[in-house]
């Protein structure tokens, strides 16, 4: 099964929790794009995102020490790192 698989329109992010679902409560999740607050790159361990009326979210591009989600992609395209996964992520407040 898979991690996280984030898609965006012009006007909002979803997001397939995938493995994560029973944990998370949730399978599917969709969100205005202006709800995402901040974007923090966290240098090689993880990636922060803030939204708008939720706990904030650590997520990386591959397993890591610090239990952060795992993206599997975001709009069809596999992050490399956790510096691509953050500039893919801040791509989506624009």
Same mark, same amino acid.
């Given at each position: 099964?898979?991690?996280?698989?984030?898609?965006?329109?012009?006007?909002?992010?979803?997001?397939?929790?995938?493995?994560?679902?029973?944990?998370?409560?949730?399978?599917?999740?969709?969100?205005?794009?202006?709800?995402?607050?901040?974007?923090?790159?966290?240098?090689?361990?993880?990636?922060?995102? !803030?939204?708008?009326? +939720?706990?904030?979210?650590? *997520? =990386?591009? $591959?397993? &890591? /020490?610090f239990? !952060?989600?795992?993206? +599997?992609?975001?709009?069809? *395209? =596999?992050? $490399?790192? &956790? /510096?691509?996964?953050?500039?893919?992520?801040?791509?989506?407040m624009?």
């Amino acid at each position: 099964m898979a991690n996280l698989v984030i898609t965006s329109t012009a006007t909002r992010v979803s997001v397939d929790f995938g493995a994560y679902g029973a944990a998370a409560g949730v399978t599917l999740g969709t969100w205005p794009r202006s709800g995402i607050q901040s974007v923090q790159f966290y240098g090689g361990d993880y990636v922060h995102i !803030a939204t708008a009326g +939720d706990a904030p979210w650590h *997520v =990386a591009w $591959a397993a &890591n /020490a610090f239990g !952060a989600l795992i993206v +599997d992609s975001v709009d069809g *395209v =596999a992050p $490399a790192s &956790n /510096a691509a996964l953050y500039a893919q992520l801040v791509a989506l407040m624009l």
